[in-house]
């Protein structure tokens, strides 16, 4: 089964908006960091955004002022607002979940991930 399963992807024109949304199964993530990854082709995968349980967020400076990360833990899900999308931002993205209680943007700590959505942002 898997843990985490995104949603909301898909094509949008420059300038344009679409909300993501990670929702959880099988267990609970409401103490985990999450966060959300991208990996455009040829690219390595990155994260564009973190949160832990309480709140504390972290942003990429390619995304700072145009995405929101959220997360409601009642409800096991995590949301990513994109606005202002730039043709830059076309990739596969992907949520993941960590057992971290600090917020980090490091790949490899990361232990639950989704399948991915795709993001395509035309100009």
């Known amino acids: 089964q898997v843990p985490l399963v995104e949603s909301g992807g898909g094509l949008v024109q420059a300038g344009g908006s679409l909300r993501l949304s990670c929702a959880a199964s099988g267990r609970t993530f409401s103490r985990a960091t999450m966060g959300w990854f991208r990996q455009a082709p040829g690219k390595e995968r990155e994260c564009v955004a973190a949160?832990?349980?309480?709140?504390?967020?972290y942003y990429a400076d390619s995304v700072k002022g145009r995405f929101t990360i959220s997360r409601d833990n009642a409800k096991n899900t995590m949301y990513l607002q994109m606005n202002s999308l730039k043709p830059e931002d076309t990739a596969v993205y992907y949520c993941?979940?960590?057992?971290?209680?600090?917020?980090?943007?490091?790949?490899?700590?990361?232990?639950?991930w989704g399948q991915g959505t795709q993001v395509t942002v035309s100009s």
């Open positions: 993941a979940a960590t057992s971290r209680a600090t917020i980090t943007p490091v790949l490899y700590e990361y232990d639950y």
């Open positions: 949160i832990t349980w309480s709140g504390s967020v």
